[in-house]
């Protein structure tokens, strides 16, 4: 379809051009006859005109003849092919000097861009850093001038602290918010239990957390859709609850986490290290956990369903009665003595505990127990 509209738009070009210029095309006709013609006459050179000069001639029985069209055509060889050379190498030469051209503006484009996206950034930089240095300002006011810390918790000292570090910490990259979080723990602002700068059920959304060390911080409810954690250290932390839809929390650290009722759909738990934590139905839909290790942790009622488990290893954690799950998805699984989502538990030093092969085995004959 699109070659023949190509072939349309070329033709109705050629007649707009031999409309607008009649003597152009006239010629151009012409010389597509003659050329034509002498092709016609050069290879059927007996059928020409003796004039032409294609076909056999005697000088013996006729006499010498006259210059002849191909003779006339042997004189303007030599002229037509210099200047069909010199046309073609001016061609030539002058797209090479547009490409030299172009390349050299679309360098310059680059340069001009990576300019600006500097510049960009450094404006940016300048930003986050005043921000920063404005929420220091603010909350040493907060504490030193309003009492915050033996304030109220309606009070509205608090009331400022919470909502201005939670703009603050949104607007932030990943290594002031670890600035920020580490200030906010030598002032002792979001201890364990009675913080006063609360951020449960805080719309933490899409914030870089990245390496941020949020040990014991309460986020109870919080949502942290689409945040990067990655990195983070979120060991005993409050995240029951919490949204993490599409969060990033790969390479985290999570000893003693308490998430359980979280929604981690989508979210990327890759390459973690979480031991003694508490997933209970925990939802893991689509959720990547690749090479995460679980020890002696709690999954139990997990939602698995689409749940990336190669490489996991389940060092003594507790899988029963998860929902959603798969046998493949534990085909790549490694660890000592992990319960199954029935309950099971296999693997591990014990004799009558029995292997995953054996528990694939025992399952399977179940369901087809069941089935019939």
């Not at 700068?197 to 409810?221: C, F, H, I, P």
């Not at 925990?282 to 959720?287: D, E, G």
Request: glycine share 6%.
């Amino acid at each position: 379809m699109g070659s023949k509209r190509q072939a349309i738009t070329f033709g109705q070009r050629i007649l707009r051009g031999a409309k607008s210029r009649p003597w152009a095309a006239a010629i151009v006709i012409m010389l597509l006859i003659g050329i034509g013609l002498i092709g016609y006459w050069a290879v059927w050179a007996n059928s020409s005109p003796a004039w032409t000069g294609f076909g056999a001639y005697s000088e013996v029985a006729a006499g010498p003849r006259a210059k002849t069209l191909w003779d006339w055509l042997g004189l303007l060889i030599v002229p037509l092919a210099v200047a069909f050379g010199a046309t073609v190498i001016s061609y030539f030469q002058k797209r090479t000097e547009l490409e030299i051209a172009e390349k050299a503006r679309t360098e310059d484009r680059e340069i001009a861009a990576r300019a600006r996206d500097s510049e960009r950034q450094i404006a940016s930089d300048r930003l986050m850093q005043a921000t920063l240095e404005a929420y220091y300002d603010r909350m040493t006011e907060l504490l030193l001038e309003h009492n915050l810390r033996e304030s109220p918790v309606d009070s509205e000292a608090r009331s400022i602290a919470r909502a201005r570090t939670i703009a603050v910490v949104k607007s932030l990259d990943g290594d002031r918010n670890r600035q920020l979080f580490t200030f906010l723990k030598a002032s002792k602002l979001i201890e364990k239990g009675s913080p006063i700068v609360d951020l449960r059920k805080a719309n933490l959304s899409k914030t870089a957390l990245s390496g941020v060390d949020l040990r014991e911080v309460d986020l109870y409810q919080a949502d942290l859709s689409g945040s990067d954690l990655s990195r983070a250290d979120l060991s005993e932390a409050n995240l029951r609850e919490a949204k993490l839809i599409s969060s990033n929390l790969s390479n985290s650290h999570m000893r003693e986490l308490n998430i359980s009722n979280a929604d981690l759909t989508n979210a990327n738990l890759s390459n973690c290290f979480i031991e003694y934590a508490t997933f209970n139905r925990v939802n893991l839909t689509n959720a990547i956990l690749h090479g995460t290790y679980f020890r002696r942790t709690v999954l139990m009622e997990a939602n698995l369903q689409n749940a990336d488990l190669r490489g996991v290893i389940l060092w003594q954690s507790n899988l029963s009665g998860a929902i959603n799950w798969t046998l493949e998805q534990f085909e790549e699984i490694g660890g000592e003595s992990p319960i199954m989502p029935d309950g099971i538990t296999i693997g591990g030093y014990d004799a009558n505990v029995p292997t995953y092969d054996e528990w694939k085995a025992q399952y399977l004959a179940g369901q087809s127990k069941e089935n019939i």
